[in-house]
Antibody
């Protein structure tokens, strides 16, 4: 069974940094592109970015690429999202997601982790 | 960025009814489209990918169609467990973008 378990969320002050982690199980992590997607409290979905199966290539939403970094450790089957200089508009539920093998849709989602940016 | 316009924003339907949700892309996305279902308090789940391919384990009452810039999700014989929000997403071009969602309720 595919499982994606995020951690690292919580309350963070504006301007601070935060690193989210996602441990994957139930599949060969190093075979798959992975991505992060967030959902605002108003339910808007936003694609953050993705990373190639070997970690050699990343893509980002232009509005986030200067502050967010996606990385992975295939030996630990773990995906990361480093967030810096966070803003109130970064308040959202962050989902770790697996990119499908036969298409670039998201075929599995984690349970999500909440990040609240507030002073 | 490719804009995804999803309609309607909300929908009320009766059990057994057929429901259609639509997404229009701001440019041709060559069937690079997925549909997701999100039940209240849960993570989204993939229903349809490549515009018309049913994801593993998804009931056959769900179907996707369309081409170019116009796509639709159809739910035949609506069941109570289909009460959820539905999102489309284009993955033809970066950055991938989502529709605003459709909230489906029972009448």
């Amino acid at each position: 069974e595919v499982q994606l378990v995020e951690s690292g969320g919580g309350l963070v002050q504006p301007g601070a940094s935060l690193k989210l982690s996602c441990v994957a199980s139930g599949f060969t992590f190093s075979d798959y592109w992975m991505s992060w997607v967030r959902q605002t409290p108003g339910k808007t979905m936003e694609w953050i970015g993705d990373i190639k199966y070997d970690g050699s290539y990343t893509n980002y939403a232009p509005s986030l690429k200067n502050r967010f970094t996606i990385s992975r450790d295939n030996a630990k089957s773990t995906l990361y999202l480093q967030m810096s200089n966070v803003r109130s508009e970064d308040t959202a539920t962050y989902y770790c997601t697996r990119v499908g093998y036969y298409s670039s849709s998201v075929d599995y989602w984690g349970q999500g982790v909440m990040v609240t940016v507030s002073s | 960025d490719i804009q995804m316009t999803q309609s309607p924003a909300s929908l009320s339907a009766s059990l057994g009814e057929t429901v259609t949700i639509e997404c229009r892309a701001s440019e041709d996305i060559y069937n690079g489209l997925a549909w997701y279902q999100q039940k209240p308090g849960k993570s989204p789940q993939l229903l349809i990918y490549n515009a018309n391919s049913l994801h593993t384990g998804v009931p056959s009452r769900f179907s996707g169609s369309g081409s170019g810039t116009q796509y639709s999700l159809k739910i035949n014989s609506l069941q109570s467990e289909d009460v959820a929000s539905y999102f489309c997403q284009q993955y033809y071009d970066y950055p991938y973008t989502f529709g605003a969602g459709t909230k489906l309720e029972l009448k």
